[in-house]
């Protein structure tokens, strides 16, 4: 009895699929259709983040070894402020946008200024000069702002000139950019966080600028020399 219920379910199932085919050209199905290990799922294509296959790092010194060693230290060190930075930047712009009056803005803006800095402060002092300088870019490549702009934008021009003052007592330029394609040591920096968020030892967080990883590691990749 259990068999004879069996051939006629397959039987029914076999007929539906079959009429289905008829009514559609196999070539038409097999476009919306990818076929994982037996499975049919029903797209074109199966979107996918970028994987990047890295080289093996090598450098043409022990010196310049040791340099992208303390450099890789102290960026994944200061990125998760330059995440949490552009993090509460996109915030206070979608907040903003839903604020009319001009004197609520500027109230708000206040309060997400005292917020940061009550966020930020105790670790910055903690951080090296050149820790600080590794922050400020990669700030900017978070956000694709200066913290000199940022600063201007969320209190005033005044303010940000004594912020650009005392940063340079320190020898720290609130004005630097992030540029890997022009500067190698902007290279290095990228080419350690993309080491790093492919390993999950920092969670991913797309830059807000516009360059290609890839293009970066045609240019400057030849001149890491010498084994990890």
């Not at 090598?58 to 102290?74: D, S, V």
């Amino acid at each position: 009895m259990k068999k004879g219920i069996l051939f006629i379910t397959f039987y029914l199932l076999g007929y539906f699929a079959s009429s289905q085919v008829e009514e559609q050209p196999m070539d038409s199905i097999a476009e919306k259709m990818i076929i994982i290990e037996g499975d049919s799922i029903m797209y074109h294509s199966i979107p996918l983040d970028e994987v990047y296959v890295f080289s093996k790092l090598k450098f043409p010194t022990y010196r310049e070894k040791l340099r992208y060693y303390i450099l890789r230290r102290k960026t994944i060190k200061v990125f998760p402020y330059a995440k949490m930075a552009a993090e509460r930047l996109s915030e206070l712009n979608d907040s903003l946008s839903d604020i009319k009056k001009k004197r609520h803005r500027k109230r708000y803006t206040k309060e997400v200024q005292k917020y940061i800095e009550g966020e930020f402060s105790d670790e910055l002092k903690k951080m090296t000069r050149t820790e600080g300088q590794i922050l400020i870019k990669l700030i900017y490549r978070q956000t694709g702002k200066t913290a000199f702009g940022l600063v201007k934008e969320l209190r005033s021009g005044w303010r940000a000139f004594w912020y650009s003052t005392t940063a340079k007592m320190f020898k720290i330029s609130l004005k630097e950019e992030f540029k890997p394609e022009l500067v190698q040591e902007d290279y290095l920096i990228e080419d350690i966080l993309q080491r790093a968020f492919a390993s999950t030892r920092l969670e991913r967080q797309k830059s807000a600028l516009d360059f290609s990883y890839l293009d970066l590691e045609n240019k400057w990749g030849s001149k890491k020399r010498d084994g990890d």
